[in-house]
């Protein structure tokens, strides 16, 4: 790990800030846990298949963790699904408390998990999706179908929102579908 560059974009203060002014000090260290756990399935998965890391963004999307080595597409699509399993597995230990902090921070694990398994890149859901439309189409249709499902993913989180009058899935819903729609975002 000698050498490991970490690097924190504004987007992500901004969205450690929200989440502090939505909801306080226990709301930010809830989500930082989830977050953790998950990336810690990440690297897991890494290591076991071999693969180095070289460094970690973190952006307004979550954090990014950028690595060497030759996987197989069977391998990378091991590694992006170690961090929602990971993420899930967390919830679970979670609710086994009775500890409220901890019955909260599995709620916010498993709703942060649901989240990114939605098919919209750059999130896991999204990668995964590509991986499996590549395997039966172009890279090119692959591409359509996943703007036209994270277009349609994000306007659901959108209406969500604004049903339930929660201004951060509304938020939530426009980001995803400017990430759907405007890759150079990610």
């Not at 504004?10 to 756990?37: C, D, E, K, T």
């Not at 069977?74 to 979670?94: D, I, K």
Request: net charge negative; charged share 10%; glycine share 12%.
């Amino acid at each position: 790990m000698a050498g490991l560059a970490l690097t924190v974009s504004p987007g992500f203060i901004l969205l450690a800030a929200a989440l502090y002014f939505a909801g306080g000090a226990g709301a930010l260290a809830a989500f930082m846990a989830a977050a953790l756990a998950h990336e810690l399935g990440h690297l897991t998965a890494m290591f076991l298949t071999g693969a180095s890391v070289r460094g970690i963004r973190v952006t307004a999307c979550g954090p990014v963790i950028e690595y060497a080595g030759d996987l197989t597409r069977r391998e990378e699509m091991g590694v992006v699904a170690a961090g929602p399993l990971a993420g899930l597995f967390f919830a679970m230990l979670c609710f086994i408390t009775d500890i409220p902090f901890l019955l909260y921070t599995g709620a916010v694990a498993l709703l942060a998990t649901m989240f990114n398994l939605l098919p919209v890149e750059p999130m896991d859901g999204g990668r995964l999706a590509r991986y499996m439309l590549e395997a039966v189409m172009d890279e090119r249709t692959s591409a359509a179908v996943l703007r036209v499902t994270g277009t349609l993913c994000a306007l659901g989180v959108l209406a969500t929102g604004v049903y339930i009058r929660s201004i951060a899935a509304a938020a939530a819903g426009i980001w995803m579908g400017a990430l759907a729609n405007f890759p150079d975002l990610r």
